[in-house]
């Protein structure tokens, strides 16, 4: 009864899309997601010359590693020439990736709706 591990306080989920891959993450991007965010954006970065949508506008909460873990997959994703689409709507993450000047290593939109639409042109 009370050894069950805790549910995570996190979701990261992916679907593809045209010319590559949706990823939605939701609530608490730490330490204990990390692992999960770095598998699935490995995974969705595998199509050289794609795209990649990364919709963090349910996030609550976003940690270094987290943090690292994005700017790592940024690096891997410039190299294949597959672009990094990020969806923060206005609010603490966005304030963050602003902050410690990330939002140079991506393209970054207030809703997936118009990271959709961008089609991977230049914001």
């Not at 965010?37 to 909460?61: Q, Y």
């Not at 190299?79 to 689409?85: I, K, M, P, Y």
């Not at 902050?99 to 970054?108: A, G, K, S, V």
């Not at 207030?110 to 959709?116: D, E, F, G, V, Y």
Request: glycine residues 8%; negative net charge; charged residues 20%.
């Amino acid at each position: 009864m009370g050894n069950e591990p805790a549910a995570p306080d996190y979701q990261i989920d992916h679907d593809p899309i045209e010319r590559g891959h949706l990823v939605v993450a939701s609530g608490e991007l730490d330490i204990q997601a990390t692992p999960r965010l770095s598998t699935v954006l490995a995974f969705a970065s595998a199509r050289p010359g794609g795209r990649l949508v990364l919709d963090l506008s349910e996030v609550a909460f976003i940690d270094s590693t987290a943090l690292g873990t994005i700017l790592k997959a940024a690096a891997q994703l410039d190299e294949a020439g597959t672009s990094l689409e990020v969806v923060a709507p206005e609010g603490p993450v966005r304030r963050l990736l602003e902050m410690t000047n990330l939002t140079q290593r991506f393209r970054l939109y207030t809703t997936r709706a118009a990271a959709l639409a961008a089609d991977g042109a230049p914001a």
